[in-house]
Structures are given as structure tokens and as C-alpha cells.
């Protein structure tokens, strides 16, 4: 069974600051990775999806990447903003249309 | 598009009484899903949903909780009769092309309570 873990389970930086979040997952099995994002009583809003034939993807100040040899992969901010602060998620495509999400970090980024 | 649209927003009901949860999915979208979100166990997958069949059932907790999608615009969540340990938000979510390899498009949820 696929499981997935981000760390850390929440994270608080001044704002301009470059920081990573990472998400491990046990089974490197994969067909892709996805991170999102969750503002407080919101939907989720897909960030970034990589196949598992890809080692990264970038959009904007965000770039992620993927390891799936070693079940790791990490979601890159750059130059974080308050309106960084929200709930990031990682989830990972297995067989059978399955994603299995991870608990996500919370991030805030204090001006 | 108007992206994933669900409704209600907001349900507080009593124990015992049927709720029923509504999607529409993105236009052209081939696949549906319907997730469960809770502080305790977060984000579960309940069903999904292929052309407009269900593909994939093994997440619905019990017989208390159904799913339906009449045609490719329209899918239902129904649970009866509705417990207090079904208090959830529900995400539907919708994507193009096979599950694994396209990106999944979520609604804003339904904040179900139930007393």
C-alpha cells in the first residue's frame, strides 16, 4: 500500500525567503506526482504535475522535482510571499487511477 | 470553463436524514472522482468514475454511501441515512485523459455536518 509523508507538517518563514518542502512516498512505483495547494476552506488547486518519466517541472517561483528511485520529491519556492501562505499537498498516481495524498505542509510566510 | 462546480456548499443535517452531494464536472473531462477530507484521516478517495462508470468503489466506507453519474456532465453522492462520523468536506474532482497522467481539477467542496 502506498504511503505518503511530507515534511514538515507545517513551516513558518519571513517573507523572501527560498524554501523546499518535501514529500517521500513508499512505493516508487509510480505514473506521476502532483503537488497542490489548499487555501483554508477551499478546494485543492493543482501547482505542478510530473510523469514519472520526468525529473522536474517549473512554473513560475515554484519548480518541483521528482526521485523515484529513492521515493522523494521536493516542491521549491522562490522568493516566498504571504500570498505563498496556504496548505501544500503532494499526491502520487498509482495503478488504477489512484492518487494517495500526503497530510501536506502549512505554510506561512510572514511579511 | 467555470472549473469543477459542486453544490451545496454547506449542508447541517440531523442523523438518519439523506444527503445528496452534486458535481458537474469539467467540460470534456472523461474521469470523476469524489474524495473525503477529514483532520483525521485527510484526503480519501471514495469513488471514481470512467465515461461516466464507475471504476473504482473500493473507498466508499459502507453501503450507506452511493454514487451515480447519469451522463458526462452531472455525478450525485448520496448518503443514507447520514451518521455524525460522516461530518467531512467532500471533493469532487475532475481530469482529461486517464487519471494518472492528467491533471486532477478539484471543486470547492461540500462542508457536510452532521448532528
Known amino acids: 500500500k502506498q504511503e505518503v509523508t511530507q515534511i514538515p507538517a507545517a513551516l513558518s518563514v519571513p517573507e523572501g525567503e527560498n524554501l523546499v518542502l518535501n514529500c517521500s512516498f513508499t512505493?516508487?512505483?509510480?505514473?506521476?506526482l502532483q503537488w497542490f495547494r489548499q487555501d483554508p476552506g477551499k478546494g485543492l488547486t493543482s501547482l505542478l504535475l510530473i510523469q514519472s518519466s520526468q525529473r522536474e517541472q517549473t512554473s513560475g517561483r515554484l519548480n518541483a522535482s521528482l526521485d523515484k528511485s529513492s521515493g522523494r520529491s521536493t516542491l521549491y519556492i522562490a522568493a516566498s510571499q504571504p500570498g505563498d501562505s496556504a496548505t501544500y499537498l503532494c499526491a502520487v498516481g498509482t495503478s488504477g487511477s489512484r492518487l494517495t495524498f500526503g497530510e501536506g505542509t502549512q505554510l506561512t510566510v510572514n511579511p | 470553463d467555470a472549473g469543477v462546480i459542486q453544490s451545496p456548499r454547506h449542508e447541517v443535517t440531523e442523523m438518519g436524514q439523506e444527503v445528496t452531494l452534486r458535481c458537474k464536472p469539467i467540460s470534456g473531462h472523461d474521469y470523476l472522482f469524489w474524495y473525503r477530507q477529514t483532520m483525521m484521516r485527510g484526503l480519501e478517495l471514495l469513488i471514481y468514475f470512467n465515461n461516466n462508470v464507475p471504476i473504482d468503489d473500493s473507498g466508499m466506507p459502507e453501503d450507506r454511501f452511493s454514487a451515480k453519474m447519469p451522463n458526462a456532465s452531472f455525478s450525485t453522492l448520496k448518503i443514507q441515512p447520514s451518521e455524525p462520523r460522516d461530518s467531512a468536506v467532500y471533493f469532487c474532482?475532475?481530469?482529461?485523459?486517464?487519471?494518472?497522467?492528467?491533471?486532477?481539477?478539484f471543486g470547492e467542496g461540500s462542508r457536510l455536518t452532521v448532528l
Open positions: 512505493d516508487s512505483a509510480i505514473y506521476n
Open positions: 474532482a475532475s481530469s482529461l485523459g486517464t487519471g494518472l497522467s492528467g491533471e486532477l481539477f
